[in-house]
């Protein structure tokens, strides 16, 4: 379980409380084996869900005797800056500057970025990792491996991501606008948000990720936030681009539930890292 590990809480920035990580070492001296390493959700503004969200997860995998948990060297859980939320509102005049929650892109990818820099230095896993994401933080894995600033990063062997956001403009017309303030929040002006979109790309993720061995994606259709063609479509655009693809539409569990309970997310990496070894 979580709390029978080697855990420790790290910052990896000084300019806000929310850039910090949780690590739960379980076998750190083995550059050989991978890290499992986390970015959660909560529409890129929501302070209730933070690193440790990840725990269920852990815990699962731990519980589960597979015969990959043997692998993994540590699993880590990262926090990053958060907009404005409108039921958690804060005055700028008398909340101090490392409290405020005032991010915007691309903060939170370069808080990503900047956590997993940290994590590399320090232990030194290069890119023996799994990157995974719920929902937002689906997206932030996939905008990493896009992005073209990542000079002084290892990206991931693999991501898994589950009920991820990846076409802004899609969903938001999908649901009749019903996501338009938190993506404005996030992304700002709609006319900016395609440039953002991880399906909306126009490069290619193989190219920009060449290390990249496989992405996992997961969906549930008892989550009424995330709908099919939100997965259809960055599985499009993966497999356009050559990216191996490996799909899960049989989660079960609301948007939220799916890591409060953790043994479809653990089945999911599991499956991952066995899918890593066979290639």
């Given at each position: 379980m979580a709390a029978s590990l080697d855990y420790s809480v790290h910052q990896?920035?000084?300019?806000?409380y929310l850039q910090k990580l949780g690590v739960w070492g379980v076998d750190l001296d083995d550059k050989s084996k991978y890290w499992i390493i986390y970015i959660h959700g909560g529409a890129w503004r929501d302070p209730r869900v933070d690193f440790g969200t990840f725990a269920p997860t852990i815990d699962r995998i731990v519980a589960s005797q597979?015969?990959?948990t043997s692998a993994i060297a540590a699993f880590a859980s990262l926090d990053y800056r958060l907009g404005p939320h409108p039921l958690f509102p804060q005055d700028p005049a008398s909340t101090p500057a490392s409290q405020y929650r005032n991010a915007e892109h691309p903060d939170h990818l370069n808080d990503v970025r900047s956590a997993l820099s940290y994590l590399q230095k320090r232990y030194a896993f290069g890119?023996?990792?799994?990157?995974?994401?719920h929902s937002a933080g689906a997206c932030l894995a996939f905008q990493l491996v896009g992005s073209p600033e990542n000079a002084d990063l290892v990206l991931p062997q693999a991501i898994v991501g589950f009920q991820g956001i990846y076409d802004f403009t899609g969903i938001n017309s999908r649901y009749r606008g019903g996501y338009a303030e938190f993506l404005t929040g996030a992304f700002g002006d709609p006319g900016c948000w395609d440039s953002a979109a991880p399906m909306k790309f126009p490069g290619s993720l193989k190219e920009s990720w060449n290390q990249g061995k496989l992405a996992a994606l997961g969906w549930s259709r008892d989550d009424p936030?995330?709908?099919e063609p939100e997965i259809d479509g960055m599985a499009a655009k993966l497999e356009k681009d050559?990216?191996?693809?490996v799909l899960f539409k049989d989660l079960h569990g609301g948007h939220d539930?799916?890591?409060?309970?953790g043994a479809d997310v653990?089945?999911?990496i599991?499956?991952?890292?066995?899918?890593i070894y066979a290639t």
């Open positions: 990896y920035g000084t300019e806000n597979h015969p990959l890119s023996n990792y799994v990157l995974v994401g936030l995330i709908d050559g990216v191996k693809l539930e799916l890591w409060e309970n653990a089945r999911m599991l499956a991952t890292l066995d899918a």
